[in-house]
């Protein structure tokens, strides 16, 4: 499915551009208009082309080393353009090559922010408003060692949540394939030996037996389940009714909803202290924050909220009637209105709320482990108890 480029203003008068995979151009314009935005144009990416191969992991790396390499040359006085050859030097492939788009329109006279926001996929809204916000005060070296620190905190926390999944996952894989190859080849060997013997099988053993037969012969189901999974991700990846979907499952999970709460408050609070931290206004701040947030149930609230604080409300009650963020964020945020610091406890709140995400994760982590040695020593065990009491039958008829 091809990626196109759009253009669009919403109802409340704000710009909004981004990519977006659809079936056609008219396709994705008739989706922007039922989310009720003005579609300006529709383009196809070239940039999806040439990068849409590429690992998100190395892209965020290779960016964030672009950022640390900007961060460290501007404060020494290197002219812009030469900071961003500089820079060039440290990435490859499709990042090295959206930096050289961005040197070329910033040699023309473009600004740097709007120069970044011509490549969504590599620089994401926020960091082109923390950008711009830089811009606005003077201060652009300033917003690239706060999007360093941004970025590696993000790179910090997303690499201990994914060493706490490692091993569960591994686990579930091998019980997997341990108990598939019981099925499939373990069981099918005895299906003679047991049939053939004339004596009573136990209930147990005529179970597996059945569930081995009819494995066997509904093994292309079970072949087409994984390209069925990978279709229903891809819809939930795709479409804004399937990324709504996942949203609503995930957050509706026992210990999973609680570990998605963390997650987005710790990013709403430290994107929006991060914009604060670097001149730009609490709306323009919320607005920028609203783009840097994918989940579209929590981007809905973060519109609300946006929409409460432009009619007069504090961000404290805004947050205070969210069902979705913890009420510690509204408190914290109340605090810092009360001493004139919002900007430092957002940054506090997103490290608590960070620290949680982190504690749940390895709570998450260390209650599956467990629970599927469990699950899966106790499929074993009945299948190897079963033949055992199949087979010990025989050998008791035999004596007869």
Same mark, same amino acid.
Request: hydrophobic share 50%.
């Given at each position: ?141 300033? $917003?690239?060692? +706060? @999007?360093?620190?941004? %970025?590696?905190?993000?790179?910090? /926390? =997303?690499?201990?949540? *994914? #060493? !706490? ?79 709504? $979907?996942?949203? +609503? @499952?995930?957050?509706? %999970?026992?210990?999973?909803?609680? /570990? =998605?709460?963390?997650? *987005? #408050? !710790? ?100 209650? !599956? ?32």
């Amino acid at each position: 499915m091809p990626t196109y480029a759009y253009d669009a203003v919403s109802s409340a008068g704000k710009r909004q551009r981004g990519l977006e995979s659809a079936a056609s151009s008219g396709a994705l314009s008739r989706t922007l208009e039922e989310r009720g935005l003005l579609v300006l144009s529709v383009t196809e990416s070239s940039e999806s082309t040439t990068s849409g191969g590429g690992f998100k992991f190395g892209r965020r790396r290779e960016v964030l080393e672009v950022t640390r390499a900007l961060a460290a040359l501007l404060p020494v006085g290197m002219p812009l353009s030469q900071a961003l050859q500089a820079a060039m030097g440290v990435t490859s492939g499709d990042v090295r090559a959206a930096l050289h788009e961005v040197r070329n329109k910033v040699q023309r006279g473009d600004t740097l922010s709007s120069a970044l926001e011509e490549h969504p996929s590599f620089f994401s809204p926020i960091y082109v408003g923390l950008v711009r916000a830089g811009e606005r005060s003077g201060a652009v070296d300033g $917003a690239f060692a +706060r @999007l360093a620190e941004s %970025l590696e905190r993000e790179e910090a /926390l =997303r690499g201990r949540v *994914l #060493s !706490a999944a490692i091993y569960p996952i591994l686990l579930a894989v091998a019980g997997t394939v341990a108990i598939a190859v019981l099925l499939f080849f373990v069981l099918p060997q005895f299906v003679g030996l047991l049939s053939g013997s004339g004596a009573k099988l136990p209930a147990s053993t005529s179970f597996l037996l059945s569930l081995s037969g009819l494995l066997h012969r509904f093994w292309p189901v079970l072949v087409l389940a994984p390209l069925g999974l990978v279709g229903a991700l891809t819809w939930a990846q795709t479409t804004d009714e399937g990324r709504r $979907a996942l949203s +609503r @499952l995930m957050l509706a %999970l026992p210990l999973v909803g609680t /570990l =998605r709460r963390y997650s *987005l #408050s !710790a990013r709403f609070a430290r994107m929006a202290g991060v914009l604060l931290g670097g001149g730009a206004p609490l709306l323009t701040a919320l607005d920028d924050t609203i783009d840097s947030i994918a989940d579209p149930i929590a981007k809905d609230d973060a519109m609300r909220i946006r929409t409460r604080v432009r009619d007069g409300s504090s961000l404290r009650e805004a947050v205070a009637e969210s069902v979705l963020f913890p009420a510690l964020l509204a408190q914290l945020i109340g605090v810092g209105e009360e001493a004139g610091q919002l900007r430092t406890f957002l940054m506090k709140a997103a490290d608590i709320f960070e620290e949680r995400t982190e504690r749940a994760t390895q709570r998450i982590a260390a209650l !599956a482990e467990p629970a599927m040695i469990i699950v899966f020593g106790a499929i074993v065990a009945f299948v190897a108890l079963s033949l055992l009491q199949a087979i010990y039958g025989i050998n008791a008829n035999s004596f007869k």
